[in-house]
């Protein structure tokens, strides 16, 4: 397995704050997240092939975005769930980043029947008007179609994996309770406990002993939306004898693994990636 990113596979991109937030913003950073910090990291695309993408699902064809090894065929496969702030240039950079360390990755939109969330400029509005309109069902089914449309793009997608952050963390934990095929997830601070709703009848308490797969959960201890207390009762509900676990950062805020905001804290999410990336090889979703 190669390594993940480093200074000759990321660079960061020094200048200033308002000129990286024009650049952000053509480049699909939300409004709701701006400022865009300066030291934000940019992986370039050398070596690899991205291309934007449409996947055909069970109703239309959805947008997405997908990196691998230029010359690429039978790589693992990671779908990489987006943010609450959709698939903007945060989780494209995942994405290349991912790549970078040998895999296919693919980021799938799972808002677009719902909205556009980089014209959103806060995340109160974005909340109401689209994130909380999206189906835990839909996305489901639109997972599915991706993995499949990651087998017809030749990767091998019997060897797949997930991994999401912030609201994607939170489907991370769904769909390993979903899909018999999937090999491993990997949880960045998605939400854990919650009250249901007909679009989101169970969270992640709530599927843990039906997980088909092994979950990494990756969390903060000093993130305001996800106390410790929610920790404890998925950790109470998964068991000692669960091949999931969750580690805990104990100074990370939410968000810790994002680059463009303050809330970045590099230790950790350098640390985190690593354990990304061995929780992949070690449960059947290793890199070429």
């Avoid at 701006?34 to 990291?41: F, K, L």
């Avoid at 092939?49 to 699902?57: G, L, M, S, Y």
């Avoid at 449960?283 to 070429?288: P, Q, R």
Wanted: charged content about 25%; aromatic content about 8%; some cysteine.
């Amino acid at each position: 397995m190669l390594a993940g990113p480093n200074k000759e596979d990321a660079m960061k991109v020094e200048i200033t704050r308002r000129e990286l937030a024009g650049v952000a913003l053509g480049a699909g950073f939300a409004l709701a997240v701006q400022p865009v910090a300066a030291g934000t990291i940019v992986t370039p695309e050398d070596g690899l092939d991205v291309a934007d993408v449409e996947i055909q699902t069970a109703d239309r064809k959805i947008p997405g975005y997908r990196a691998r090894p230029k010359g690429g065929k039978g790589e693992a496969v990671v779908i990489v769930t987006q943010e609450i702030f959709g698939v903007h240039a945060h989780i494209r950079d995942l994405c290349r980043r991912l790549a970078k360390a040998g895999y296919y990755a693919i980021a799938p939109d799972l808002y677009v029947r719902q909205g556009d969330p980089t014209t959103v400029e806060d995340i109160k509005t974005l909340v109401s008007t689209i994130v909380a309109k999206v189906p835990d069902d839909q996305v489901m089914s639109d997972l599915d179609f991706t993995a499949a449309f990651a087998g017809q793009d030749g990767a091998d997608d019997a060897k797949l994996g997930i991994t999401g952050f912030c609201w994607g963390g939170r489907i991370v934990w769904l769909y390993a309770a979903h899909q018999p095929n999937l090999k491993a997830g990997v949880a960045w601070y998605g939400k854990l406990t919650g009250e249901a709703d007909p679009l989101h009848p169970r969270h992640p308490v709530d599927v843990a002993k039906d997980l088909k797969c092994p979950v990494l959960g990756l969390y903060g201890g000093k993130d305001g939306g996800i106390p410790p207390e929610s920790v404890a009762a998925m950790r109470a509900a998964l068991g000692p004898e669960s091949p999931s676990s969750i580690h805990v950062y104990p100074d990370a805020p939410h968000g810790f693994n994002a680059d463009y905001r303050d809330s970045y804290v590099e230790a950790d999410a350098k640390d985190g990636w690593a354990k990304m990336l061995a929780f992949f090889a070690a449960n059947g979703v290793g890199a070429a």
